[in-house]
């Protein structure tokens, strides 16, 4: 410990001077940032393969999105929902479109997006399925990552997440990810909703077994509950589709969105939902000053038009294929396991050779940026403008690492 303070620039001390200590980051000062690099105070570059927990999906300033920035900050940034603003139309109906559905409600950040959607599903529970009052439940799953306010801690079974902020919102059942038989039996006639993430991202890029995601759907459809899938980390292309229940063939009533909706510069979350669903709310009932901004509309409608193109899904694909294979290739050689889909991958280390911590500061030793979930787990996520050498270039360094 002392060593590494000694060793730390005083960029780094700087920083940590005067703020909380809710993060533990690694210690680099990061200035500037083009595509999937970053470079820091120093002049250092680093391959980004975090990528903001996946709100860098086109890279760091990509120039279509900046360009779209820059001209709205020379308009209108700001008008609040008490007024409607000429960016407003074109973003809810494409978002829209892309999700397929007839309605989205706009919000800043994910924890916002999930909190929008746990208040939608449990007015729709009262008014459209009939629930009692107060008597709403909604089932989630172990390992879960919704967010940090206090409702959503309130159901997350990660201690270092909920010990101490309690008095808990009761309402949520927690049942094991990816057991169909526990979640049918959780399921009861009060049950309003299901929220799950997909692919549980937090949790080490877990993917469920297969067929879970569509037997969730029966379930749901069966026991007239809303599946709501949380995609604000697995969806916009991260894991080679637009969503990750694409890939098993399933829709949502209601999809959560945030992190790239907002193209790596300024928050933007959203929940969309057909018109059953969301038309429950009325004016008065939900909002957010900054919710669906003029310059939030303007960055988000040009993430929506790069991911109509399909070409980000398509990267995500083949390059994660690429980036799969390589890893794949250091298992039995202080690699345990890796899983994932597309440009997303959960590695486990052999805890005998250090800590994902380690492992993530011996990589920016290195030139990569990663992040450590729990104990010996890591997590890569490059952005999905990555090339095919970029990967070869992370895949090495991973090696490099391992073999110390
Ligand atoms: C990041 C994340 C959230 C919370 O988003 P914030 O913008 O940090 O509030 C919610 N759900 C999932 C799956 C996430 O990855």
Redesign the pocket.
Known sequence: MIEDMLRTPAAVQDAERHTAHNYHPLPVVISSAEGAWVTDVDGRRYLDCLAG?SALNFGHRHPTLIAAAHAQLDKLTLTSRAFIHDQFADFCRELAALCGKDLVLPMN????A?ETGIKVARKWGYQVKGVPAGQANIVVAEGN????TTTIVSFSTDEDARADFGPYTPGFRVVPYGDLAALAEAIDEHTVAVLL?PIQ??QGVVVPPEGYLPGVRQLCTERDVLFIA?E???GLGRTGTTFACEQEGVVPDMY?L??ALGGGIV?V?AVAADTDVLGVLRPGQHGSTFGGNPLACAVATEVVRLLATGEFQRRSAELGERLHAGLRGLIGKGLVAVRGRGLWVGLDLDPSLMSGREACERLMERGVLAKDTHGSTIRLAPPLVITEEEIDHAVAQVAAVLAG
């Open positions: 927990y950040t994910g924890a916002e999930v990552f919704h967010g940090r993430e991202g937090e949380d604000i980390q697995s959560l945030g992190k928050p979350s």
